[in-house]
């Protein structure tokens, strides 16, 4: 592309708008030629389901006291108060507060 020299493409011609379409097409043949080795590989790999069973197993030694404590209710009521202990934990550092007070502050300011 040379800024200087003259092209015989005007804007009354039909390939002027035609080929920003270019642009998308290419791109896409590519990415669907790079995607159908991808489509080659079977759903699960053979040994995917004895791995999941293996991690399901150790996440329920490792978290006994949750799973087997009840129904949903219980895990509802758990997650809330963690969530709470948590917020807390966010909200009672020094840092949180002065950079909520100070947003604030920016957002109420009205000196106008």
């Avoid at 592309?1 to 270019?22: E, F, K």
């Amino acid at each position: 592309l040379n800024p200087g020299v003259s092209t015989p493409l005007q804007p009354t011609d039909p390939g002027w708008l035609g080929a920003w379409r270019l642009g998308f097409v290419f791109p896409a043949a590519v990415s669907t030629l790079l995607s159908i080795p991808f489509l080659m590989f079977p759903r699960l790999l053979p040994d995917s389901r004895l791995i999941k069973e293996a991690r399901m197993e150790e996440m329920a030694r490792t978290c006994k006291s949750y799973y087997v404590c009840g129904g949903g209710g219980h895990r509802l009521c758990h997650q809330l108060k963690s969530f709470l202990t948590h917020l807390w934990q966010v909200f009672s550092k020094s840092t949180t507060a002065w950079y909520s007070s100070e947003v604030a502050k920016e957002q109420y300011d009205t000196d106008d």
